[in-house]
């Protein structure tokens, strides 16, 4: 039977995180914790990011202020103000886990950091998420989601070699950073529940985007060799370039297809591909005996080291044919639609991909099969807004949207009169000074 | 730190994942004291431990791979011929005494060997079960084979990046597999941990990758969802930023990257720049900014071109302005005075690969650091200690079992 709370219920949180840890505060929401969104007077800066609903730029109608802020509540506080600092402690006496961004040492300085709140709350788990870390040289350097991917090392094998390196789209290092950040609340929480010890957990941007490198770091520190950003394919020492046919991005009727056929063990043989084009007629002689006994030659050894392109004399050999055989593919895929590619491919055992919009993401027949998008009620908006559903699936607690992202201070009343004790006219007293 | 002081010290995996997403989420729960168990097999390796990077100097090994060695840090390997019924007997007995079972096998894989949901219940009712499909347990697409390089562009992601006159190629590496989808399924793990412990009560989880990938477009989604707009590629640049890219430096492949958000970093880096073209008055506010933002971009770049990467990223961090050098793997492992202060990477010295670096942990626990500690297991290396010391097995049995090809 399936529960009807989360697993993380009764575990409080205390977000007071800016873009890069949003989605961490988010994440535990969403699996049933209490996390109540500590807003300055005003709403969270992230309120103003675009896009918006309708883009109409309202601080209640931002979609990037949704997107990481659902299943939370609300309340506004001034922590700069003498009375916000005292609130501000009485909630974190009774909190579980509090989450922040800000500068190293800006919440020590207003008496809000770790040492000063675990000394009255021992079993509290205090996590900062900074662009590098609490200490070391460049602690204090300022960073954005660019500067992350930029520094993590990942930035430098996105795109074009003669472009510019490419930012992933959707501040991926805010995306990471909250994933580790969550991560290492859930142990440090463990962690608690056997001893009653709390504890600073501390995430570097540029630490916690470090795997994001794929191969690259151990490529230069067993070999000294550099992976770098290879566009659409590879160059040859003599500048000429070239693609192994069937592994890469390709034009097809209504956008693009990626294509990973070829390599041995990851789906079938390039030959399948070719003697799909011959069934309808476009392989141009490339389903002979003799293609295909030099497609045969194509082992995992032999690609890869074609792709690491060093090998002078082999990439001679093989080059020509690449650029013989990678039009014909070319003009057999621009044919075909995207979905036609991926249905039929996948029948084939061919691994081809739809370089999916997000108009096709929210279409995908798997995720809407599987009711994966989830439909949220904003009242204040007048309508439903469609949400990606939780990245996982717990059979007995589930993960999933609780509620709509809340309103500027929505839950002031609810948090500050009814669960902490204050009278209506302390709150209001409280309004009026600017506090909340 | 005494490692048995480690918050996951107890918690006992039986982890039949492969390649990247399964390992690299077991491997968190390694660095934080689990004995995570890969139960590998000769027949049916891994294909990550034959992929490269290897030594140079040496010939090749199923041990030697810096791809599967950076991602199975801290396990132990057992081989078991899942081909035999004896082999599936084992893995059972092992799941019995186990917390967690984790596989990214296609769907109906472990359905096969006897592994099901169902049945592990039988042997063990609290399991926490973690599978990682590509696509999910059900719906039309479940059975479609893939990896994290077709995840990419499925979810979105490879349309939205890079450069809008470029087609939309990705990220150049399998990006969902490393910090997202390994992130999630630990995260939903461990959340189902506590949920057990409190409860008594383990669960199946499902990590879909598609799922799970969707979730890092999020904001593409609702502008789609809400607005009915499908964004596009926008290249380096950030409606709410300006300037916001890469620059070329001297030097070969050399980029600094900057992002402006306000005026008071604007002003910064006017003053760091200090040249005549920073104080025009189509620079002054952020609309004439994003107004002659190609200009503007130019104009930077003439004045990086000029210089080190790595001065004017400190020159312009002096000034308060987020900037950043786009490093490479070389800088980030020998350069980075500040990684290298704070110990991110880790050497291990490993029996065949010599002694190689580590990714550390994404996050520190203050109180109780976790990290890569043991190098990756060899193929195998634990079989006998497995079965000795969890299984129970006896010398003798352990030898039969050898003999039979069931243990390899």
Known sequence: ?436 | MAEDRLPLKGIRVADFTWFGAGPIFTQILAHYGAQVIRVESQTRLDGLRIAMPMPKDKPPTVNMSGYFNNFNANKLSVTINMGTEKGRELALRLIAKSDIVAENYTPGTLEKWGLGYERILQVKPDIIMVREPMQGLTGPHRDFAGFGAVITPLSGLSYLSGFPHRPPVGLGTNYTDYVVNPGHAVIATLAALRHRNRTGKGQLIEVAQLESSVNVVSVAILDYTANGRVQERQGNRLPYACPHGAYRCQGEDRWVAIAIFNDQQWEGFCRAVGEEWTQEERFATFLGRKAHEDELDRLIESWTSQREAGEVMELLQAHGVPAGVVQSAADVLDCDPHLKARGYYRYLDHPEAGRTAYDGSGFRLHSTPGGPTAPAPLLGQHTEYVCKEVLGLTDDEIADLMAEGVLQ
């Open chain 1, 1 to 436: 039977m399936v529960a009807e709370e989360g697993p993380l219920s009764g575990v409080r949180v205390l977000d007071l995180a800016g873009p890069p840890g949003a989605y961490c505060g988010k994440l535990l929401a969403d699996l049933g914790a209490d996390v109540i969104k500590v807003e300055p007077p005003g709403g969270d800066a992230a309120r103003r990011i675009p896009p918006f609903f309708h883009d109409d730029p309202h601080p209640e109608k931002s979609l990037y202020f949704f997107a990481f802020n659902t299943s939370k509540r609300s309340i506004t506080l001034d922590i700069t103000k003498a009375d916000g600092r005292a609130l501000f402690r009485r909630l974190a006496a009774k909190a579980d886990v509090i989450i922040e961004t800000f500068p190293p040492g800006y919440m020590d300085g207003l008496g809000l950091g770790y040492e000063a709140l675990k000394v009255e709350n021992p079993g509290l788990i205090y996590c900062s998420i900074t662009g590098f870390g609490l200490w070391g040289p460049r602690a204090h350097w300022q960073a954005s989601d660019l500067i992350a991917v930029a520094m993590s090392g990942m930035m430098y094998l996105a795109g074009f070699p003669e472009d510019p390196p490419n930012r992933p789209y959707g501040d991926q290092a805010y995306y990471c950073a909250s994933i580790q950040s969550c991560t290492g609340i859930l142990i440090a929480l463990l962690h608690r529940d056997r001893t009653g010890e709390g504890q600073l957990v501390e995430v570097s941007m540029q630490e916690a985007l470090s795997m994001n490198q794929e191969t690259a770091m151990q490529f230069w520190d067993m070999r000294k060799e550099l992976r770098t950003r290879t566009g659409e394919g590879r160059k040859l020492p003599t500048g000429e370039w070239f693609r192994v046919p069937g592994l890469g991005t390709y034009q097809c009727a209504d956008g693009y297809v990626y294509l990973m056929v070829g390599i041995p063990g990851f789906g079938a043989p390039l030959a399948t591909l070719i003697d799909w084009m011959a069934e309808e007629g476009m392989a141009e002689g490339l389903a002979s005996p003799e293609w295909k006994e030099v497609f045969s030659q194509l082992d995992l050894r032999l690609i890869a080291q074609l792709l690491q392109g060093t090998d002078v004399s082999m990439a001679t050999q093989w080059v020509p044919k690449f650029q013989y055989v990678d039009p014909i593919i070319e003009r057999f895929i621009r044919t075909k639609t995207k979905n036609v590619l991926y249905e039929e491919g996948q029948r084939r055992g061919l691994l081809i991909a739809p370089v999916n919009t997000p108009k096709d993401v929210v279409e995908n027949p798997q995720l809407n099969a599987r009711s994966f998008f989830q439909e949220i009620e904003h009242p204040h908006l007048g309508t439903t807004i469609r949400y990606p559903g939780p990245p996982y699936r717990l059979g007995l607690t589930p993960a999933r949207i609780w509620r709509r992202p809340p309103l500027i201070g929505e839950h002031n009343l609810q948090i500050y009169r009814d669960e902490l004790g204050l009278s209506s006219e302390q709150v209001g007293a409280l309004a009026a000074a600017g506090v909340i």
